[in-house]
């Protein structure tokens, strides 16, 4: 499936050259979601799970900085964004194996050109992504270029992890905390913000949150939410979080949403001006395997089939029906709790607690049959032998004596 502009509409409204423009009322959407041109230096974190349309997002955050004439960088670690470079002013780098990149070179047309690079790291050994990272942050830094220019880390988690410290760790941080006086912005992508680390993450000034459910994760956005923030609506927002849809996202920014608790919810708008391809791979049955097909699909699906269903099926159709026929016919179609019940009714529930020390005793059970128990175990059967044997030695030595 094609996950693009499948809308003959502008992407955005074309009067809003102020403005970056990710979600709109006008466009259907619940709530705005637009910033002002110096979101562009900021620092953002965009995060979520696979499919719940975080790279769609990033993408159109990319989209909208071309179109109001600003520039980014973006290092693609996942392929999904070279469809960009369809866009005026817009260049996609791809070097592969022994090549190298002339980072030197690239900030020098960032400096007198108007162009946006989008580098495919995808083909790197990710010792040699980090090599590549590192050098860009310190030579740009250097540069002091002094203009308008976000830099879009994939995979973030692989560049300034949580755990260990790579050699990007410390120019990604730097470009973090020094960027903004020389108009360079940062935003950090990742599917995990437990594994990013928390010294990068305190640096960004805007955090855009798509679904997550695993409890690390939402721990660690709970953390950077912490500040100046009612618990109470922290925890309902992480409720919010855990439950969205694919497109729907939470968005929270004390310098931005201030008037508004710091969060604002809306749902990124669906209409793109390129083609967003991603890494997703088209499953098909074993048996397709020795036919000719085509290439797998590296797509996703139109934003606007998000309202059908959370994992992108028709909620008209069972999904038990997309199965091929000749899956097996038992299935687990209709198997309730009453079954399991009726099956099997010697199963209760046992606790864990209960588990153990059931696990205990039947461990002590099994060592005293094991092992059975000695007549001369007891001290006071010890004591009496040595006595006796205490005693007839005194007397042996006293006859002998004598």
């Known amino acids: ?18 403005e970056i423009v990710l979600a709109s009322t006008e466009l259907g959407q619940p709530a705005d979601l637009n910033f002002p041109l110096d979101f562009v230096r900021e620092k953002v974190f965009l995060t979520g799970i696979t499919g719940s349309g975080k790279s769609w997002t990033g993408g159109l955050i990319m989209e909208e900085i071309n179109r109001v004439g600003l520039q980014f960088v973006c290092f693609d670690a996942l392929g999904a964004h070279g469809g960009l470079s369809q866009l005026p002013n817009v260049e996609e780098l791809h070097p592969k194996g022994g090549e190298t990149l002339n980072i030197k070179g690239m900030i020098d047309r960032l400096k007198k050109e108007p162009t946006s690079f989008v580098i495919d790291i995808s083909d ?10 590192a050098e860009y942050c310190d030579d740009l830094l ?14 973030c988690q692989d560049f300034v992890p949580q755990q260990g410290k790579p050699v990007s760790f410390d120019g990604i941080v730097r470009l973090c905390k020094l960027g903004r006086q020389n108009g360079y912005g940062v935003c950090l992508i990742s599917q995990r913000p437990a594994s990013v680390n928390k010294e990068a993450l305190s640096q960004c000034s805007v955090y855009m949150i798509h679904n997550l459910i695993n409890h690390r994760d939402l721990k660690a956005i709970e953390d950077q939410m912490g500040f100046g923030t009612d618990k109470g609506e922290v925890k309902k927002v992480l409720g919010g979080i855990s439950a969205a849809q694919q497109g729907e996202v939470v968005c929270y920014s004390p310098s931005y949403f201030r008037d508004e608790g710091f969060f604002r919810a809306s749902k990124i708008r669906e209409n793109r001006r390129v083609t967003h391809t991603g ?5 098909k049955p074993a048996t397709y395997a020795s036919e000719s097909t085509p290439e797998p699909s590296r797509t996703l699906a139109p934003v606007g089939e998000w309202n059908q269903n959370v994992n992108g099926m028709d909620n008209s159709v069972d999904a038990l029906d997309l199965m091929p026929t000749h ?7 209709g198997l309730a709790s009453v079954d399991v ?3 099997f009714p010697e199963l209760q ?19 005293e049959a094991e092992e059975p128990k000695s007549t001369f175990n007891s001290p006071l059967i010890g004591i009496a032998m040595i006595s006796v044997l205490a005693g007839g030695f005194y007397v042996v030595t006293k006859g002998i004596s004598n």
């Open 124 to 133: 790197l050994t990710l010792e040699k992504q980090q090599q590549v990272v």
């Open 142 to 155: 250097m540069a002091k270029l002094g203009k308008g220019i976000m830099t879009i880390f994939e995979e």
């Open 1 to 18: 499936m094609v996950y693009m502009d499948s809308w003959d509409a502008e992407p955005a409204d074309p009067t809003k050259k102020d």
């Open 341 to 343: 019940e009726n099956d």
């Open 327 to 333: 899956a097996p016919q038992d299935s687990l179609r």
């Open 279 to 283: 890494n997703n791979i088209e499953m």
């Open 349 to 367: 529930y046992v606790s864990p607690a209960e588990r153990h020390t059931i696990e205990v005793d039947e461990k002590s059970t099994e060592l």
